[in-house]
């Protein structure tokens, strides 16, 4: 848990700061890029001049929020302060990670999976996305929330417990977001783009990915190959977000989405119900989350990494 010292040493550094990089981990969610965009708003606020970074693109659910335009996946140029935003370790940062290894100063997350790997880490876990500790601490950092960061803020928050579902979500939960909404964020828009709202393409992906759905041992799965994401039209690299409308399955105790990678790796992501910890699953594949919702990205083919992830994942279930 950081302590209040912990805030004022990252306040610090943020003060002398000129030229920052935010960075997020690949594949991201709202929660990555709501966090990643409220900080640049932020920091913008007082003249800082910002960069926003991450290996892959935003997922078509966030393009919504404003600043989305900004992001890049090659930054250039020196900065003298870099963060990362909602990444659980330094393999999650893609190739920005030990291209800046050396220079992350401050690490803000909730994955409690997170070794700590900045220079000033503000982990907590209790926090139910990191968008929501950001939130919680603007004026510990020496900021001051506006509309533009407040609707991004609000969008990783309504991301990651989708729409104030999940049990991660506390009375504190509720109470920032309607913080974020008195300084400006729109609630019901938020919703509806960021969990509602999905284009032609995804819709069509979803299909691919239901024809695939299995039930078995308790686990239901659904497997993405690229020929899928071709036959939909859809050219984002993730699942659409198709995860978490299986894990409403009522039979299944975890669920497992796999998708393969332009590059042959497979993305895979679990959900489970409440005593199933998933993110300790993904952190044995060398990725991380929370204890209901994890994720990794593991070599393939496609098939062989089914069978290793089904094996694993039924291994937790016994």
Request: aromatic share 4%; net charge negative; with cysteine.
């Given at each position: 848990?950081?302590?209040?010292?912990?805030?004022?040493?990252?306040?610090k550094r943020l003060e002398r700061a000129q030229r920052v990089l935010l960075l997020t981990h690949l594949g991201p969610d709202s929660d990555a890029i709501g966090s990643l965009l409220g900080v640049a708003h932020l920091l913008t606020a007082i003249g800082k001049t910002v960069v926003s970074a991450c290996v892959d693109p935003a997922p078509e659910y966030t393009?919504?929020?404003?600043?989305?335009?900004?992001?890049?996946?090659?930054?250039?140029?020196?900065?003298?302060?870099?963060?990362?935003?909602?990444?659980?370790?330094?393999?999650?940062?893609?190739?920005?990670?030990?291209?800046?290894?050396?220079?992350?100063?401050?690490?803000?997350?909730?994955?409690?999976?997170?070794?700590?790997?900045?220079?000033?880490?503000?982990?907590?876990?209790?926090?139910?996305?990191?968008?929501?500790?950001?939130?919680a601490h603007v004026a510990d950092l020496g900021l001051t929330l506006n509309a533009s960061a407040a609707e991004c803020l609000l969008a990783g928050i309504v991301g990651d417990t989708q729409g104030f579902r999940?049990?991660?979500?506390?009375?504190?939960?509720?109470?920032?977001?309607?913080?974020?909404?008195?300084?400006?964020?729109?609630?019901?828009?938020?919703?509806?783009?960021?969990?509602?709202?999905?284009?032609?393409?995804?819709?069509?992906?979803?299909?691919?990915?239901?024809?695939?759905?299995?039930?078995?041992?308790?686990?239901?799965?659904?497997?993405?190959?690229?020929?899928?994401?071709?036959?939909?039209?859809?050219?984002?690299?993730?699942?659409?977000?198709?995860?978490?409308?299986?894990?409403?399955?009522?039979?299944?105790?975890?669920?497992?989405?796999?998708?393969?990678?332009?590059?042959?790796?497979?993305?895979?992501?679990?959900?489970?119900?409440?005593?199933?910890?998933?993110?300790?699953?993904?952190?044995?594949?060398?990725?991380?989350?929370?204890?209901?919702?994890?994720?990794?990205?593991?070599?393939?083919?496609?098939?062989?990494?089914?069978?290793?992830?089904?094996?694993?994942?039924?291994?937790?279930?016994?």
């Amino acid at each position: 848990m950081p302590t209040p010292a912990d805030f004022a040493a990252a306040r610090k550094r943020l003060e002398r700061a000129q030229r920052v990089l935010l960075l997020t981990h690949l594949g991201p969610d709202s929660d990555a890029i709501g966090s990643l965009l409220g900080v640049a708003h932020l920091l913008t606020a007082i003249g800082k001049t910002v960069v926003s970074a991450c290996v892959d693109p935003a997922p078509e659910y966030t393009r919504f929020l404003p600043g989305i335009e900004t992001l890049t996946r090659d930054p250039s140029g020196a900065f003298d302060l870099v963060m990362s935003l909602d990444a659980a370790d330094l393999g999650r940062l893609g190739a920005l990670g030990p291209r800046y290894q050396s220079e992350i100063q401050i690490v803000i997350d909730h994955h409690f999976t997170n070794p700590g790997f900045g220079a000033i880490n503000l982990i907590d876990p209790q926090a139910a996305s990191t968008a929501e500790l950001v939130a919680a601490h603007v004026a510990d950092l020496g900021l001051t929330l506006n509309a533009s960061a407040a609707e991004c803020l609000l969008a990783g928050i309504v991301g990651d417990t989708q729409g104030f579902r999940t049990a991660s979500t506390t009375p504190a939960t509720l109470g920032i977001a309607q913080q974020l909404v008195t300084a400006g964020a729109d609630l019901s828009r938020t919703i509806d783009l960021s969990l509602h709202t999905r284009s032609y393409a995804a819709i069509r992906l979803w299909g691919e990915g239901l024809s695939r759905l299995k039930l078995q041992d308790g686990i239901a799965w659904a497997v993405l190959p690229m020929a899928a994401r071709r036959a939909a039209g859809y050219g984002g690299n993730g699942d659409a977000d198709l995860i978490n409308l299986l894990s409403t399955v009522r039979e299944a105790r975890a669920v497992v989405m796999l998708t393969e990678r332009a590059d042959g790796r497979v993305k895979v992501s679990w959900r489970s119900r409440v005593g199933i910890n998933v993110g300790a699953l993904a952190a044995t594949f060398g990725g991380g989350g929370h204890a209901q919702a994890a994720g990794a990205e593991v070599d393939g083919p496609l098939e062989e990494a089914e069978k290793r992830i089904l094996a694993a994942t039924r291994q937790i279930l016994a």
